[in-house]
């Protein structure tokens, strides 16, 4: 059974920094697409960022330029460095394996972006 752990999330200011990093376990997620998606309080789920195995990233629009998305298959750990937060970042952050058809998710970690 594939296992994913998120951290690093917290409350941090408007224009802070948080780094989150998603361990795996269980399975090696060096051939795989990782990503990253979030949940803002009362919305649904929506795509963050994306890296291929080959290390290319992929951004939502949202995002761009201020959040930065990396992977170390040594360490089977995928991250998301968020710069420049501003309140509307305020969401739990999951972070997601696809094989094939079915998506494997974390328990999630809680980013406040708060004054």
């Known amino acids: 059974q594939v296992q994913l752990v998120e951290s690093g999330g917290g409350l941090v200011q408007p224009g802070g920094s948080l780094r989150l990093s998603c361990a795996a376990s269980?399975?090696?997620?060096?051939?795989?697409?990782m990503g990253w998606y979030r949940q803002p309080p009362g919305k649904q789920r929506e795509l963050v960022a994306t890296?291929?195995?080959?290390?290319?990233?992929n951004y939502a629009t949202s995002v761009k330029g201020r959040f930065t998305i990396s992977r170390d298959d040594a360490k089977n750990t995928v991250y998301l460095q968020m710069d420049s937060l501003i309140p509307e970042d305020t969401a739990v952050y999951y972070c997601?394996?696809?094989?094939?058809?079915?998506?494997?998710w974390g328990q999630g970690t809680q980013v406040t972006v708060s004054s």
């Open positions: 997601n394996l696809k094989i094939v058809l079915l998506d494997y």
């Open positions: 269980r399975f090696i997620i060096r051939n795989y697409v």
């Open positions: 890296i291929t195995s080959g290390g290319s990233p």
